[in-house]
């Protein structure tokens, strides 16, 4: 399948491209464009762990997602009054975000050719950042070490992948957006965000075969 | 269906976004196919990695600290447009008021304030060169500055400091004799017979290296036109060429543009001087001292704040002279040398000029 080759639109579960686009945060923007902090403040709890898990996945670096969430957000205060309304909030958000991750991955690329540093090293997970996360499951350390190796391989072959591919699946098979939403994030239609997933999926299936055999 | 057109449809089948019929020719491919078979298991296996993987938590209070950052903005926002505007129906009006008044305030310091601040400063008026008589060959030491010239210099200080008014000239307590003044005047002028230039023309000279050798016809010229009226021509040409050229013209170019300059009253245009000194009220005290051993007659004076104006009249011959000397009290614009002339009298307007 070739870059610009597109599926045919299939009906999607998910799609409700015909329907009125209803938010559940209409009430809070509308409230933030008066200048209420409060109301933006709800929306910043409401979003955060969401937007931080898709920073994450995008630039690799826990500190960087940390970054990057704070500019979105301060980003999105400030152009509060240009947001019109014709897609959730959570949509334009993560838009905002994806941008903000793009641009501060490119920053980072820029620095690691200077400094010599790979852009696909996975030291958050491998350090151990996320211990207390997975001892809350009861397992054993030999298992949390097995565990945290395997995401710290597939976050690098995530890394891997191209920013666009890592966009589809980062917002598809992570974080489960439906391809309308994924369609109105990235401004393309259904059939290019199908095609770009699938061409993703096989790339990270490839890169990911060799832990196949470790796998139980 | 070949292989890998299965395969490229594998990930459409696991999303269940075929249609039936191709679905079913899918399923029965891979019943049969072994390679197609793991090609899907490693799709899902692919699929099922990513889905486990662990969820990260924002940090302690990290929608706190994003939330400060935006009151942080929100407030400054908010400050500013208060503070400029709030309450309208008052502080527009003061705007106004305001604006009004640094307007007119701005009109008035234009016309009221310093002269120099209004308008340029002239530029020197031709002078004649001094007479033939004035001109030696050496070299001679300049006078030097006595005390006895102090109490004199002293009570014209005290005098500069008084309202504008108009005074004599003081005599000169310790005038120096007419060969030493003929000597210290003439020190950088040349040797032979022909006019005088003036210091300026000299210094332009040396500055510019401009001067060419004057052609035997220029200097014939020169000797041709003798008296008062013939020399003084000739160095106002010079200075009106000097003026134009940045330098000092050659004979021939002197002498065409002789008949386009008529001789012209030394005493008439005044000349403008600019001096920055560190003192005004002690340098004002200095050039008084000054003029009064040059025999000059102060015309006017005055104290502006931090600068001063004195108008004098000076002998021509000793134009120069005066110009080396109020440079050591302090930097003199224009740079050019006072043009040195016949006698007669130049009036020289002196801005002085504090350092801040």
């Known amino acids: ?216 | 269906m070949t292989c890998s057109e299965i395969e490229s449809r594998l990930c459409a089948y696991r999303d269940e976004l075929l249609p039936p019929e191709e679905k079913d020719r899918i399923e029965k491919h891979i019943s049969t196919c072994v390679q197609c078979g793991k090609a899907l298991a490693d799709l899902k296996r692919t699929a099922d990695l990513l889905r486990d993987l662990e969820a990260v938590e924002p940090p302690p209070f990290f929608a706190e600290k994003i939330m400060a950052r935006v009151r942080e903005e929100a407030g400054r926002k908010r400050g500013i447009r208060r503070w400029l505007f709030h309450p309208l129906h008052i502080k527009a009006p003061i705007q106004a008021i305001a604006m009004i008044l640094i307007a007119v305030s701005a009109i008035y310091v234009y016309q009221k304030g310093e002269p120099e601040m209004r308008k340029t400063t002239p530029l020197p008026a031709p002078i004649a060169a001094p007479e033939k008589g004035a001109v030696t060959a050496e070299p001679a030491k300049a006078p030097s500055h006595t005390a006895d010239a102090a109490p004199s210099g002293r009570d014209s200080a005290l005098r500069s400091l008084e309202p504008v008014r108009e005074r004599p000239s003081a005599p000169p307590v310790a005038k120096p004799g007419k060969e030493e003044a003929t000597a210290e005047f003439a020190a950088p002028h040349r040797k032979d017979r022909q006019p005088v230039r003036s210091s300026a023309a000299l210094d332009g000279e040396a500055e510019t290296g401009a001067v060419g050798q004057e052609t035997p016809r220029g200097a014939r010229d020169r000797e041709d036109r003798t008296g008062p009226v013939g020399e003084a021509a000739t160095a106002a040409s010079e200075w009106k060429m000097m003026r134009r050229t940045g330098g000092i013209a050659t004979g021939e170019s002197a002498k065409a543009a002789v008949p386009a300059v008529p001789p012209r009253s030394v005493a008439g245009t005044p000349l403008d001087l600019r001096m920055r000194v560190e003192d005004v009220t002690a340098a004002v005290r200095e050039i008084e001292a000054i003029l009064d051993r040059f025999g000059a007659r102060v015309v006017e004076s005055r104290r502006l704040g931090q600068s001063g104006f004195m108008k004098v009249e000076i002998a021509a011959r000793h134009a120069p002279a005066f110009r080396e000397r109020i440079e050591g009290i302090g930097r003199v614009d224009p740079r050019n040398n006072l043009p040195a002339g016949p006698d007669g009298k130049v009036t020289v307007r002196i801005h002085i000029v504090g350092n801040p």
């Open chain 1, 1 to 216: 399948m070739t870059e610009g080759e597109t599926l045919p639109d299939i009906p999607d579960p998910g799609n409700t491209r015909n329907q009125s686009v209803e938010d559940d945060d209409a009430g809070s923007v509308t409230r933030c464009r008066r200048g209420d902090t409060e109301a933006f403040a709800s929306l910043v709890r409401k979003h955060q762990k969401r937007m931080l898990n898709i920073a994450y996945r995008m630039t690799g670096d826990y500190d960087d997602a940390c970054d990057v969430i704070q500019e979105s957000f301060l980003s999105a205060w400030r152009s509060i009054g240009k947001f019109r309304g014709d897609a959730r909030f959570s949509t334009w958000l993560t838009g905002i975000v994806l941008n903000r991750a793009r641009s501060h991955r490119a920053q980072r690329a820029a620095r690691a050719r200077r400094d010599g540093i790979s852009l696909d090293d996975p030291a958050d997970i491998a350090s151990g950042k996320f211990e207390d996360g997975l001892c809350a499951q009861g397992t054993s350390p030999a298992e949390r070490l097995e565990k945290r190796e395997m995401e710290a391989r597939v976050q690098a072959c995530i890394g891997r992948l191209d920013e666009e591919q890592r966009e589809v699946i980062v917002l598809r098979d992570i974080q489960g957006f439906s391809y309308e939403e994924i369609g109105a994030v990235l401004k393309m239609p259904d059939g290019t965000v199908k095609s770009r997933l699938f061409r993703a999926r096989s790339a990270l299936k490839d890169c990911l075969r060799p832990l196949f055999g470790d796998l139980k």
